[in-house]
């Protein structure tokens, strides 16, 4: 990479990182569903002007929107507001194990055994965040997060049986379009009193769902895509191992959060693990060159 590409690529983990440690204080005012709602609407509000509409393509974004969004983060964030930051993005990893798995059996991808030591490493690593005893307690917390990572991977196989159709900018400005009326009924059908949750929400809560719609998803995303468009996906990837160790940084930084050594030594083994799985060091041998 290009230092100007490799700037791009790590605004992706700083953008990504920080936006989860911000919506943990965000969810101090606003409930799981109606803050990732607003924030998706808000996303697709500016992004929907400069994609086409996807014609043929809108019942499968809905049923993608309502498994990869709206149940994805309506669990992945709930668990959060149940947890501190630090160890609910360490087991966000999980992603990684659960998409390799439901890969191989929803479209017969066959693991490597560089991913199976990967994913054997991964396991351990979450087994020891799970047992820490800072943990205690927040044991439903937990199962959300790992429901939400699983929802993530399904969501992400449906968007690759699309096989490209789509571009990145059009699927997400049209999954907002989706997911953000999904998750705006699902809050006012089990998160209460919404009205009121937004007329007393402070101006820190304000800024906070403006950065996870604009910062965190329009510049992020649009990082991403613009990285992946230009690079093999298993050279892109590693820079999203970045991605706990920002989140970390900014929930000791801003929540004031601190980690037991446990954690950490778990955490370093499940992002090691996902390492193994993400990175493939034959594309590294080859002289890459961007578009």
Request: aromatic share 10%; proline share 5%.
């Amino acid at each position: 990479m290009t230092i100007r590409h490799i700037l791009i690529a790590l605004l992706v983990p700083l953008t990504w990182g920080f936006g989860f440690t911000l919506a943990k204080a965000g969810l101090d005012h606003f409930s799981p569903l109606l803050l990732m709602g607003m924030r998706f609407l808000m996303a697709a509000t500016v992004l929907i002007w400069f994609v086409p509409v996807p014609r043929g393509y809108l019942r499968q974004i809905c049923g993608i929107s309502f498994i990869g969004a709206t149940l994805q983060y309506g669990l992945t964030f709930s668990g959060l507001a149940r947890m501190d930051a630090t160890p609910a993005v360490l087991l966000v990893q999980a992603e990684v194990i659960f998409g390799v798995i439901i890969a191989a059996l929803l479209l017969g991808e066959k693991p490597s055994v560089r991913q199976v030591v990967g994913i054997a490493i991964a396991c351990f690593g979450i087994l020891t965040i799970v047992g820490s005893p800072s943990l205690d307690g927040q044991i439903f917390g937990v199962m959300l997060i790992f429901s939400g990572t699983l929802a993530f991977a399904l969501g992400q196989v449906l968007i690759r049986q699309l096989k490209g159709a789509l571009t990145g900018f059009q699927l997400t400005a049209w999954m907002g379009v989706m997911a953000g009326p999904q998750m705006i009924l699902a809050a006012m059908l089990f998160e209460g009193d919404l009205v009121k949750q937004i007329s007393t929400a402070p101006m820190v809560a304000w800024a906070t769902l403006l950065y996870l719609g604009l910062i965190m998803t329009v510049v992020g995303y649009s990082a991403w895509y613009f990285v992946l468009a230009r690079y093999p996906v298993p050279m892109a990837m590693p820079v999203l191992l970045l991605l706990p160790l920002v989140t970390i940084l900014g929930a000791v930084s801003f929540l004031g959060e601190r980690p037991d050594i446990i954690v950490l030594l778990g955490g370093t083994i499940v992002i090691a693990g996902v390492g193994v799985v993400i990175v493939d060091p034959s594309v590294f041998t080859k002289r890459q060159k961007p578009e």
